[in-house]
């Protein structure tokens, strides 16, 4: 089955200062994806990526920046974080139009 | 305003009895849906994926699709507490890159 890991799985972070979220896939996919889930939200993309070196704003992209250095590493970075940021954070991986998607276990993010 | 209204947004059956959940695009240029299911504390997985119109069956869950009026909806049959769970309909665009847009979500509590 398809592997997604994330690193790291809870983090408390403080409010002004960075936090970078990683994530790892085995699956040789070419698209990987961020999201975060809220109450009352579902889920909501952040950044994607379609291959190593190409990052893409999502559909609630401010305040966050995306790296991804190579086919199997994708980065969610937080440079100034904001307590509005506290959430799970999901990263997925997935190929082509049609083809599922599969997500890692998630990152529970608290700004104090 | 959301792009995928689900409804309802939770909903309680008697183990055996049968779920339906429903789930309508605002946007005209969707082509795919996907129900993904998520239990507590988990990540998503998809459980079923409909492009076309018409009826899909897979065991005891069965997708119907309307393009015209960008509507699906999923039945589960015989209904276990292990179905127990949030249910998240998203929709996409045929595009390589599989950007998914997910409803709130519908959450499915099956009473033994």
């Known amino acids: 089955e398809a592997a997604v890991t994330q690193s790291p799985r809870n983090k408390v972070a403080v409010t002004g200062g960075k936090v970078t979220l990683s994530c790892n896939q085995t699956?040789?996919?070419?698209?990987m994806y961020w999201y975060r889930q809220d109450t009352g939200h579902g889920l909501r993309l952040i950044h994607y990526?379609?291959?190593?070196?190409?990052?893409e704003k999502g559909d609630i992209p401010d305040g966050y920046k995306a790296s991804r250095p190579s086919q199997e590493n994708f980065s969610l970075i937080l440079e100034l974080a904001t307590p509005s940021q506290t959430s799970v954070y999901f990263c997925?991986?997935?190929?082509?139009?049609?083809?599922?998607?599969?997500f890692g276990p998630g990152t529970r993010l608290t700004v104090l | 305003q959301q792009k995928v209204q689900q409804s309802p947004e939770s909903l309680i059956v008697p183990e055996g009895g049968m779920a339906s959940l429903n789930c309508t695009s605002s946007?005209?240029?969707?082509?795919y849906f996907w129900w993904y299911r998520q239990h507590s504390g988990k990540s998503p997985k998809m459980l079923m994926?409909?492009?076309?119109?018409g009826e899909k069956e897979e065991g005891r869950f069965t997708v119907h699709l309307n393009k015209a009026s960008l509507h699906t909806s999923l039945h589960i049959r015989d209904s276990q507490p292990s179905d127990s769970a949030l249910y998240l309909c998203?929709?996409?665009?045929?595009?390589?890159?599989?950007?998914?847009?997910f409803g709130k979500g519908t959450v499915l509590l099956v009473s033994p």
């Open positions: 997925a991986s997935g190929d082509w139009a049609y083809a599922e998607q599969f």
């Open positions: 990526s379609y291959g190593a070196g190409s990052t």
């Open positions: 946007d005209r240029n969707v082509d």
């Open positions: 699956n040789n996919h070419n698209n």
């Open positions: 994926s409909i492009f076309s119109n």
């Open positions: 998203a929709a996409s665009m045929d595009s390589g890159y599989n950007k998914l847009t």
